[in-house]
Structures are given as C-alpha cells and as structure tokens.
T-cell receptor
Framework: QKEVEQNSGPLSVPEGAIASLNCTYS??????FFWYRQYSGKSPELIMF????GDKEDGRFTAQLNKASQYVSLLIRDSQPSDSATYLC??????????????FGTGTLLAVQP | DAGVTQSPTHLIKTRGQQVTLRCSPK?????VSWYQQALGQGPQFIFQ???????QRGNFPDRFSGHQYPNYSSELNVNALLLGDSALYLC????????????????FGQGTRLTVV
C-alpha cells in the first residue's frame, strides 16, 4: 500500500464547474497535509496546507481533512481552463527540529474543458 | 524577494559520470530538501539539510550525497550516474519551527532536468 494515494485521472470537468480531487494516506499519525499544483514541465506550486479536521477555504480553493477516515480533498470552485494541471497531495512526515519531509502521491491530472 | 533558485536548469551527462546540482533557498528559510521526480510520478524525497547537517533521508543509495553551506544554500551530488537517474530534481526550502512542524510550508525551485545517456 502506498503511503499517499491519488487517482491519476484524468479528471475532466467543464468550465465553471466544481472540481473535486481526493487523496488518502496510510499513516494515522500524519499531522499536516499539502496540495500542490504542477503544470506540465514546471515545478510544484503550493496551493494550500491543512492540519485540522474540517474545511479550510482560500479563494476558489477549499481543502478538506478527515483524519478519522484518513483522507484529504481539494475542491476548486468555478474551474477555469488555467486550472488544468496535475494536482499533487503531500503528507508531512518530518519530525524533530527539521521540517517537511513530504511524501507525495502520484498526482491527479485535471482537465477543465472550455 | 528571491524565491528558491536552482542551477543549472538542464543538464546532460553520460552513465558513470558525476553531477552536482545547486540550490539557493528562499530568503529567510533555513532548511533545504531535495526531491527526485521521474516522469509521471510524484516527487520522491531524497534528503534534507538543516544547520549544515543531513537530518532526514529517503530511500536513496549512498551515490546521492549533499551539503549545506552556512548561507543555507545546498548542493546535491550524484556519483556513478545510471540511466534511471534521469529525472527532474527539485529543491524545496522551508523554515524550521520547533518540534511539531505542523504548518510549515515548503516552496520549490524551478528544478534541474537531468538526462543521463
């Protein structure tokens, strides 16, 4: 079992719709979770992080965390063609004084159709 | 405010050669992590440097080594290159915040595309 699992997609949604991206993780002790967006040929760009159960909203993006079920999701409202990218879910396995040993899923490819 | 910068952006090497990749962290950050991203995969953690020491390491052989300088910049060295080392190498910087490390954020550089032929 992989530590972080994502559906590779592609997930196709029409412009203006809500895109829902999901991620599950295996380590119950995981504390913090990150969503990155990666355009083809580019490096990952941080969208949001979350560490408390519930929802966290930032503009058109909402991250949701359910530690009991060990899943994290990202909702993108009013999807735009410019949102078309691979979305990477990451779990922080860092400890001690150093930070951010991120374990990534393989990413979900999102395609927003005009 | 400069973000994370990596050099070079592209590199072609021959099997068996050695390579050094460089990273300057975002201003104010003190921790540098290196990741390898193969095509179609998520980034894989190689190791992390903090206070000029390797603090955490992923499942990579000893051919992968690194260094951090007093100004927090870092190098990744790979010896005896294999074809399978061809990948995008990413540097991420962050700020250490004590023991719990809950909401620290890591920012990535643009990456170095290494091709081994």
């Amino acid at each position: 079992q992989k530590e972080v699992e994502q559906n590779s997609g592609p997930l196709s949604v029409p412009e203006g719709a809500i895109a829902s991206l999901n991620c599950t993780y295996s380590d119950q002790g995981s504390q913090s979770f990150f969503w990155y967006r990666q355009y083809s040929g580019k490096s990952p760009e941080l969208i949001m992080f979350i560490y408390s159960n519930g929802d966290k909203e930032d503009g058109r993006f909402t991250a949701q965390l359910n530690k009991a079920s060990q899943y994290v999701s990202l909702l993108i409202r009013d999807s735009q063609p410019s949102d078309s990218a691979t979305y990477l879910c990451a779990v922080n396995k860092g400890y001690g004084g150093a930070t951010n040993k991120l374990i990534f899923g393989t990413g979900t490819l999102l395609a927003v159709q005009p | 405010d400069a973000g994370v910068t990596q050099s070079p952006t592209h590199l072609i090497k021959t099997r068996g050669q050695q390579v050094t990749l460089r990273c300057s962290p975002k201003s104010g950050h003190d921790t540098v992590s290196w990741y390898q991203q193969a095509l179609g995969q998520g980034p894989q953690f190689i190791f992390q440097y903090y206070e000029e020491e390797e603090r955490q390491r992923g499942n990579f052989p000893d051919r992968f080594s690194g260094h951090q300088y007093p100004n927090y910049s870092s190098e990744l060295n790979v010896n005896a290159l294999l074809l399978g080392d061809s990948a995008l190498y990413l540097c991420a910087s962050s700020l250490a915040r004590g023991q719990r490390n809950l909401n620290t954020e890591a920012f990535f550089g643009q990456g170095t595309r290494l091709t081994v032929v």
